[in-house]
């Protein structure tokens, strides 16, 4: 795979390499896993939070009032 960076994107991933110990192949992987654990967490806890607020619409519209 390659990957293609602009000159700016090219020094933050060095940065983020060397701040880390790591290589940039090193720093890409992590960043990705990172980036994918966050945002399916943040995917589950909306849907936990859709059917939390369907489940008790009517509760939460009397605590509205």
Do not use: P
């Not at 890409?28 to 936990?48: C, D, F, G, K, P």
């Amino acid at each position: 795979m390659t990957l293609r960076l602009s000159s700016e994107d090219e020094a933050v991933l060095a940065q983020l390499a060397e701040a880390q110990g790591v290589s940039k192949q090193e720093a890409t992987v992590r960043a990705i896993r990172e980036s994918a654990q966050r945002r399916l967490h943040e995917h589950a806890v909306a849907r936990s939070s859709q059917r939390v607020r369907e489940r008790y619409a009517d509760v939460l519209d009397r605590l509205g009032r």
